[in-house]
């Protein structure tokens, strides 16, 4: 889901320079890839006060997500499990991956300049498949698949404009393009995970870890 975070220029530029000093206190040297603050020790960024309205805006768009898959909330608890900048320089991206351990991810961007590179999508899972690895791009170089469309790929990439926010589930695979801007991209990254308020008579959902017995 895509969805509009409005926040003030003052209230942009306190959080992309508080990004700036946790990525210059752990990073000394530049890469291919991006810088990601969840695993270079700064992965609860809502646990800092600078970032408190803007978690809370977050926190609406995601509820609203859930809304449409006409999930009822009122029997949810959702926490944000982990939460983090990325700062994506130029020719720097980030390679495929999931967040197998949550349930709802999501990508914020504080700064998006032009042509710094958007987020693909990837589904292992093709329902259209009506014979293995038909739609994959050497399909298309032998000349098999006329043109690749939403039906026939494997992948999607989304180039949204600053302040757009897309969520999404955690396990499906995920990538950036490379940055090819001399500005940096700089996005708010985060894992949600929901559990049953109440878990009696259901089997699937997470129990809540209020009732869980630790060893
Ligand atoms: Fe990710």
């Given at each position: 889901m895509?969805?509009?975070?409005?926040?003030?220029?003052?209230?942009?530029?306190?959080?992309?320079?508080?990004?700036?000093?946790?990525?210059?206190?752990?990073?000394?040297?530049?890469?291919?890839?991006?810088?990601?603050?969840?695993?270079?020790?700064?992965?609860?960024?809502?646990?800092?006060?600078?970032?408190?309205?803007?978690?809370?805006?977050?926190?609406?768009s995601i509820?609203?997500y859930l809304?449409?898959l006409?999930i009822?909330?009122?029997?949810?608890?959702i926490y944000y499990q982990?939460?983090?900048?990325?700062?994506?320089?130029?020719?720097?991206?980030?390679?495929?991956?999931?967040h197998?351990?949550s349930n709802l991810s999501f990508?914020?961007?504080?700064?998006?300049?032009?042509?710094?590179?958007?987020?693909?999508?990837?589904?292992?899972?093709?329902?259209?498949?009506?014979?293995?690895?038909?739609?994959?791009?050497?399909?298309?170089?032998?000349?098999?698949?006329?043109?690749?469309?939403?039906?026939?790929?494997?992948?999607?990439?989304?180039?949204?404009?600053?302040?757009?926010?897309?969520i999404f589930p955690s396990k499906t695979?995920?990538?950036?393009?490379?940055?090819?801007?001399?500005?940096?991209?700089?996005?708010?990254?985060g894992d949600v995970t929901i559990?049953?308020?109440?878990?009696?008579?259901?089997?699937?959902?997470?129990?809540?870890?209020?009732?869980?017995?630790?060893?």
């Open positions: 895509q969805d509009k975070i409005h926040l003030e220029s003052k209230e942009r530029d306190i959080l992309i320079n508080e990004i700036k000093r946790m990525k210059l206190e752990t990073e000394n040297k530049k890469t291919n890839f991006a810088w990601t603050g969840d695993t270079k020790g700064h992965e609860f960024l809502f646990s800092n006060n600078l970032f408190s309205s803007l978690s809370a805006k977050i926190s609406n509820i609203q809304k449409i006409e009822n909330t009122d029997k949810l608890d982990r939460s983090w900048a990325t700062f994506t320089e130029n020719k720097q991206s980030i390679n495929f991956h999931t197998s351990q990508a914020y961007y504080l700064s998006k300049p032009e042509n710094s590179g958007g987020i693909i999508f990837r589904s292992n899972e093709l329902q259209n498949e009506v014979a293995k690895n038909i739609f994959t791009s050497s399909k298309l170089d032998k000349s098999l698949i006329n043109k690749p469309n939403q039906y026939n790929s494997d992948r999607s990439m989304f180039d949204l404009e600053q302040d757009s926010i897309i695979p995920h990538a950036t393009m490379p940055n090819s801007s001399n500005k940096p991209r700089i996005s708010i990254s559990m049953l308020k109440d878990s009696k008579g259901f089997e699937h959902l997470m129990p809540n870890f209020k009732n869980w017995t630790k060893f």
